[in-house]
């Protein structure tokens, strides 16, 4: 039997509440019990199939493990003892812990569509080698299908187009790919962009059935049209890898995530805490739970268990929902709430939005224009939500964002950000996108209470 203080089951989420806990608890002994030989970056797996080319490339080296005084065992948990506190390996190895984290994760959602257990369809899942097989089939396929227009479609889609002259389609049901993270104005440049590379963008229409006999041939779609396919790709959602903790006793709550409070500990157990994609988010706008799966939250929520484990002084404020990606170089970032999602509400806001060259002057060489749209409550003020589309400051404006809105932010103080600026790195002072739209919407909200 392995004696260990703590005992982690994961991978990426896993590393992260190990490193955490031994920044708060140095004399701790972490072990992180790991089904994967080799944990992938769980968001360059679409990169692997064009820019980074191998799942070798695509690695979180096991060196960080190391250097981070975490011990590591490979092997999948199958059992899990409260009584005893002990984990049961499936090769019979059992390890003592006196604190136990989930960060078991997800994996891909697998529609009940007929025909999607043939040959050459692949879910995506977060395997190494299984990547590596999808990595020849990619090279091989002539007619691929990407079943899914969401972020992992698209991203899929854009790098397998790379150096390849294969007919890639992308099969999306609602009326546009991206729309459950992106307003319609974003999600048709993004669409275009992906179109410009030659990729085949299906939108309104359902898989009915998957042809062929053991391998797919083609792909029915519920409007009588057929695809020729040699190869499918799923990227219709994930599903939380929560089978172990049902056994274990531990609550699930919606869509089967394990329950845990804002300090990350499990509902069942105080010395079971879960993070990352198996546990249970709830919105930092209204404390509903919402389904939202991302590294970036699983990390934030790892970081949070870590630091938690022997004494709670960290506590989640909820998820604002943070994501961005990029398609055909053009970057799209979303922080909090879409346009979308408040009208759905029926909350009363107001919409601003702003366009800037991301370099000043505009025509300096790798200039994009940045269009950033933020919305704002209209009782308060409050900053609710932001999308940007441009180039790669993007990714870091989205974040800026994210922090306006962990910090209830409102527009007048949005309007004195003191941002820094570069003529080759941002937007000139005059022109910053984010401030000027915060600018525009103080006069729609002047006279609303707590707004002068
Ligand atoms: C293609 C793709 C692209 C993505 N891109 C982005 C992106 O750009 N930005 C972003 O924020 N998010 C992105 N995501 C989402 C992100 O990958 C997940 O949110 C993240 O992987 C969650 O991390 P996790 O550690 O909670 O779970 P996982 O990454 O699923 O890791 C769970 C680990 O636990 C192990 N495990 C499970 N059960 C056991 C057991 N019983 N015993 C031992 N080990 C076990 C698994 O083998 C796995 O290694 C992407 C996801 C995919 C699939």
Not at 170 to 184: F, G, K, R, Y
Not at 400 to 427: E, K, R
């Amino acid at each position: 039997m392995i004696e260990t203080d703590v005992a982690i089951l994961g991978g990426m989420a896993g590393i992260s509440a190990g490193i955490s806990c031994r920044r708060h608890y140095p004399d701790k002994k972490v072990t992180l019990i790991r089904k994967e030989g080799t944990v992938l970056i769980p968001c360059g797996i679409p990169y692997i199939y064009g820019t980074v080319g191998n799942p070798e490339n695509n690695v979180i080296p096991d060196g960080l493990l190391e250097s981070s005084g975490l011990d590591l065992i490979k092997g999948e948990a199958v059992d899990v003892n409260r009584e005893s506190k002990i984990v049961t390996l499936a090769d019979g190895e059992t390890i003592r812990y006196e604190k136990l984290v989930f960060a078991t994760g997800s994996g891909p959602m697998i529609p009940p569509i007929p025909g999607v257990d043939k040959k050459n369809v692949f879910p995506v899942r977060k395997e190494f080698d299984y990547l590596g097989i999808l990595l020849e089939k990619v090279n091989e396929a002539r007619d691929i299908v990407i079943i899914g227009g969401g972020f992992i479609g698209m991203e899929f889609a854009d790098e397998c187009k790379k150096g390849r002259d294969a007919n890639i389609t992308i099969v999306e049901m609602l009326p546009h790919c991206l729309q459950m993270a992106m307003d319609d104005e974003y999600c048709d440049e993004a669409q275009a962009r992906l179109q410009e590379t030659g990729v085949n963008i299906m939108v309104n229409e359902r898989v009915e059935a998957l042809l062929g006999d053991e391998t797919v041939t083609g792909v029915k779609l519920a409007s009588g049209k057929e695809l020729k396919a040699d190869l499918v790709i799923l990227g219709i959602g994930a599903v939380p890898h929560t089978d172990l903790a049902k056994k274990t006793g531990l609550e699930l709550g919606f869509r089967n995530m394990i329950k845990v409070d804002r300090h990350m500990r499990t509902l069942s157990d105080p010395d079971i805490f879960a993070c990352g994609d198996c546990a249970e988010k709830v919105s930092f706008f209204d404390g509903r739970p919402v389904g939202v799966m991302l590294a970036s939250i699983a990390t934030a929520e790892a970081r949070i268990a870590g630091a938690n484990l022997y004494s709670p002084t960290h506590r989640t404020v909820g998820t604002i929902s943070v994501f961005s990606t990029v398609i055909n170089g053009r970057a799209f970032g979303v922080a909090g709430l879409t346009e979308r999602i408040v009208k759905q509400t029926g909350m009363s806001v107001v919409v601003t939005t702003a366009e800037a060259p991301d370099t000043h002057p505009g025509g300096m060489p790798m200039s994009a224009k940045t269009k950033v749209k933020l919305i704002f409550a209209k009782d308060t003020g409050i900053i609710l939500g932001g999308s940007i589309s441009g180039g790669k400051s993007v990714g870091e404006m989205t974040n800026v964002l994210s922090a306006c809105i962990m910090h209830n932010m409102t527009a007048n103080d949005m309007v004195m950000f003191q941002m820094g600026t570069h003529p080759a790195l941002t937007a000139s002072p005059i022109m910053y996108p984010i401030v000027n739209a915060a600018c525009k919407a103080v006069i729609p909200l002047r006279g609303m209470s707590n707004i002068v």
